[in-house]
């Protein structure tokens, strides 16, 4: 984590160390599992403990970290079986929105994703896993967005917000980026012939391939 460039800093320091824990969690930088500590944290951000709190309680609720008495914060950890249902939901969420938004799309849409995904191959290629993350995000949130339903997207961007601190594992890889980009693309051709079963269908793909390749490192369900 970076505490310099104050000038790009969010408007309060709560935002700024969310931001900070975010990224951390999003590179890799904290492990799932890792334990959090506060103290470091906040000298290492120059911050004091309260808006360092208030993130923690912020990410806890969007099930990033989890809270141990005796023990403190530390970054969650998943289990085979918890990615699985997170990604099952996933699923039948992003049908109904993909369905939803194809007959929706403008041109002025298709250009935002086409952007998009111009920046997920700059990243890919440029092996940053941050900067792939966050694209990725853009990308499928833009096409979520479309569909019209906003409580539908909060609800995407919440199962998202629960395997962040896997997706640096996935991205880690260099087959795994070219994947990414090679789905994109085709899904990206299907929304521009608005073909919604196809966009669908790829879709389901990329995420059962994500599944696949981080299997072998989650812990198997007590």
Not at 57 to 70: M, N, S, Y
Not at 156 to 169: C, E, K, N
């Amino acid at each position: 984590m970076n505490p310099d460039g104050a000038g790009r800093r969010p408007p309060t320091a709560q935002q700024f160390v969310l931001a900070e824990l975010r990224r951390a969690i999003t590179t890799g930088r904290l492990r799932p599992g890792a334990p959090i500590r506060q103290d470091a944290l906040a000298e290492e951000l120059q911050v004091s403990r309260v808006p360092l709190r208030e993130a923690l309680k912020t990410l806890e609720g969007e099930g990033l970290v989890t809270h141990q008495a005796h023990k403190g914060y530390c970054v969650v950890t998943l289990s085979l079986d918890d990615l699985r249902e997170v990604y099952r939901i996933r699923e039948l969420l992003e049908e109904e929105a993909v369905r939803r938004a194809v007959p929706l799309l403008t041109d002025a849409d298709l250009d935002r994703l086409e952007a998009a995904q111009r920046d997920v191959e700059r990243a890919a290629a440029a092996g940053d896993v941050l900067a792939m993350a966050t694209a990725n995000r853009t990308f499928h949130m833009t096409l979520f967005d479309c569909a019209g339903m906003p409580r539908l997207a909060r609800l995407i961007r919440t199962l998202w917000d629960t395997t962040d601190a896997y997706r640096s594992m996935y991205y880690g890889d260099g087959g795994n980026r070219e994947r990414v980009v090679k789905e994109h693309r085709a899904t990206l051709d299907a929304l521009h012939r608005r073909a919604a079963d196809e966009a669908v269908a790829i879709l389901d793909v990329h995420r059962d391939h994500a599944v696949t390749e981080l299997r072998s490192l989650l812990p198997a369900s007590p």
